[in-house]
């Protein structure tokens, strides 16, 4: 079994639960944006593949699960370069830096999926933020459905930056990057 073999909503699921190792029904559908019928369905599907176990209203990653997860370092790396190779060197050049390698980096999605752009750092989301490199759509889609206060919250650490960009969820789209940008601003 692939990560790749998963429908995207799966793999996020897979994704948060690895990340906390256990996650409440609903809180795994407001993360997804789903309904919580939606999570324990997929929750059964995961099970029955041996990915993840379902005990009430907890869903739990398994080894195999988490597995997953552990790709060798090189195949993380070309994976990446193959995925971002054209938005990379252009967001290399407006953010100043290569992504970080010591910290799991923030992949943009939108409805249609994942969006050539990833993040491994406070200092790289806020250049791609105030430069407009990642659209507002882009931003508004994760922003709303938490994906980016989640990363800041448990790959960050950062719980005060997490709030104020939670507390931006019923900003218009068209204002919302430049709220964030505000905010980030402080931050770094």
Known sequence: MLL???????????????????CEVSELAKLLGIKTATV????????????????????????????????????????????????EAEAAQAIGAAATETIEPFYFINKGGLVPLRVSSLEQLAAAVVYGIVRPEELSYVVRNGYLVAWVRTVLGNKELAEKLEGLRGVEEDQLAKEVAKILKEFI
């Not at 790749?4 to 256990?22: C, F, G, P, S």
Request: hydrophobic share 30%; aromatic share 2%; net charge neutral.
């Open 4 to 22: 790749e073999d998963l429908t995207a909503t799966k793999r996020r699921m897979l994704e948060i639960l690895a990340d906390k190792k256990e």
């Open 40 to 87: 324990r369905k997929y929750a059964s599907e995961l099970e029955k593949l041996g990915l993840a176990t379902r005990i009430g209203n907890t869903v739990k990653i398994t080894e195999q699960g988490l597995a997953l997860f552990s790709k060798p370092k090189e195949s993380q790396e070309e994976e990446a370069r193959e995925v971002h190779e054209k938005t």
